[in-house]
């Protein structure tokens, strides 16, 4: 047995798999945004050459996989398996994204947190010994969002103030059973949670719940404080979601949160871009992780790195249908460096 | 390393997981044809109690899955994940089928493929020693399906002869580390397959070459030919698709394939239930696997059996902007005895 789960829902890796290879392709306000510089590949129309915002979403895949594949020095036929994924009915941009490449595919579908579940996933094949290398490429697109969602993007509705900006933007990781790190040393599996929220223009408050507990059962079945990460960044609470995470930790008892951040707070500047509570959708934690808080850990700001992105598990029929919105949130362990027990 | 990859697309376990509970809950329909006797659990219906049509899909997963517990004797604190998935915009009958149930959970989208790609991912995780049991739970609904894919069933549209029949139907499967089988031996997971067929009301003819594809990998890969097998059954094909795959194994130089048949044609009497092509679904192989092919396994009628259930990856919007549909194939392979290098 080469590995092991600890706890009721985590899993630590043995020989944790090195990320070989990460990157990004967004839109112009992604660009626009603080990160701006961070992205490997703007589009300046949202459009990436193609005629539908649906065909240009998996451009983006296509393209995120490609750069992925040659930063880590690999050609397409070493690659064993991809897991990719995106909020599109019946996960589509993923599905044209990977059509007649020689690559098989596992397709993945966690709303949000689709980054969070496509990374265990890749690591448990990575060090089970069932790939060498595995790809996660996920996706998100403002206008085919709003399309399928919400409303036409013609009609112009108002947003509320706890709504959020879908992220035009999609993120490719490759992980590998040899590199230079940074290394997945763990991963938590969230559960599937539901505290009752029905306002669909309130997504950080029907996610942080999910994001509490899976982020408690990791320090619990990894015997981890908060303090032992240098940052946890959360996948896209937005403002609003952040602020109720961290007032769930106060009420579990844990005051100082001061390295929690989200995604959905980093990628946009609030007061200048009018995206309300932040940014959404896969595009957001996937684009975040792969030009900044990885290459942070490059770079060596950040030793250890605990990535949760959340997603919501509704669609337009189940809140039709007056149900209210669950979340999941699926945590990943980084480390810049492997302790000697690791190796 | 406690397992390996062969060839491109396939898995060899070292350790095969063992299938320690399968179970099933279908509709009046289903309960009505060939395979009737054999279901674990009928609704008069369609409802299974519920209000709506999704709420009963994601009921009967529910049902599916505790009635699979309980066949393998395992609460449900004892199993380390699920894999769920289904046919829903947004996959929201699995997400709510585990709301606020103690399982991490994992979403996966295969379309009609999801229980091929669920016992791939589950015999990772439990020959990787990632899980001691790992859950896999589908489901379909034909109300919900004609619904979201095609017209309101008040409408009472006309079906073209290669139509298939969407089965109402959820099937679970759980995989232990220790167990007397059957067991999965071996996985080949699919690539993304597009002909260019581009007619919705032949999935079946969008399907085939994507089983071609990854039976032949699996059979390359392997080293084992056709008649390594008892049986060789594909998802939902139906009886166009059958057809399809039989000649394009005949134009590769594979003539006698009497073993090869499809859960699509088994699961209805063609003659008597007006179901055109056959059946179709999550649901569709699912419950034909769980309910008789691995029941076959167990009274010895069967001991190699390869399942390869197939998804045609498109979706409303996909065929409303001109693309063709894409096929998945995920070929699983069970073995009712190990050979000694296999225990």
């Known amino acids: 047995m080469s590995c092991k789960h600890i706890g009721k829902q985590s899993i630590s890796f043995k020989s944790p798999p090195s990320v070989s290879g990460a990157a990004n392709v967004v839109g112009k306000k992604e660009s626009d945004g603080p ?6 590949c703007v589009s300046e129309n949202s459009l990436f050459g193609e005629k539908t915002w649906e065909k240009a979403e998996s451009a983006m895949q296509q393209r995120a996989l490609e750069l992925a594949l040659k ?6 036929d070493l690659l064993d398996c991809v897991f990719a994924g995106d909020l599109l009915n019946q996960c589509t941009a993923s599905s044209f994204a990977l059509r007649g490449k020689n690559i098989p595919m596992f397709g993945i579908y966690g709303a949000c947190s689709t980054m969070g579940e496509g990374l265990s996933l890749a690591a448990v094949s990575v060090d089970g ?14 206008c085919t969002a709003e399309r399928q969602f919400r409303t036409p993007l013609e009609y ?24 230079n790190g940074p290394y997945i040393t763990n ?3 969230g559960r599937v949670v539901d505290r009752g929220i029905t306002d669909i223009n309130n997504m950080g408050a029907a996610m942080a719940p999910a994001a509490y507990d899976t982020l408690m059962a990791h320090f619990e079945d990894t015997g981890r404080s908060p303090s032992y990460y240098d940052l946890i960044a959360t996948g896209d609470l ?6 109720i995470l961290l007032e769930l930790f106060r009420q579990g008892g844990i005051e100082n949160m001061t390295n929690l951040t989200d995604c959905g707070m980093l990628i946009y ?18 684009s975040v992780l792969s030009a900044y808080l990885l290459e942070r ?13 959340t997603g919501a598990l509704l669609s337009q029929v189940s809140c039709q249908q007056g149900e209210s919105i669950p979340g999941i949130c699926h945590a990943v362990a980084f480390s810049a460096e492997l302790t000697p027990e690791e190796h």
Chains 1, 2 share one sequence.
């Open 71 to 76: 930063k880590a020095g690999l050609s397409e």
């Open 269 to 286: 500047d609030r007061e200048k871009q009018d995206v309300h509570s932040g940014g959404s959708g896969c595009g957001c934690s996937a």
């Open 187 to 189: 991963v938590t599996t």
């Open 297 to 309: 850990m490059r770079h060596g700001e950040i030793k250890r790195l605990l990535f949760a992105p």
């Open 156 to 179: 112009g509705g108002q947003r509320t103030p706890t709504a959020q900006w879908t992220v035009t933007g999609s993120g490719a990781v490759i992980l590998s059973s040899a590199g």
């Open 129 to 142: 010994g069932f790939a060498d290398n595995a790809a996660v490429v996920v996706s998100s697109h403002f």
């Open 35 to 40: 990160l701006g510089k961070s992205f490997d």
């Open 238 to 243: 937005g403002r609003e979601g952040h602020e």
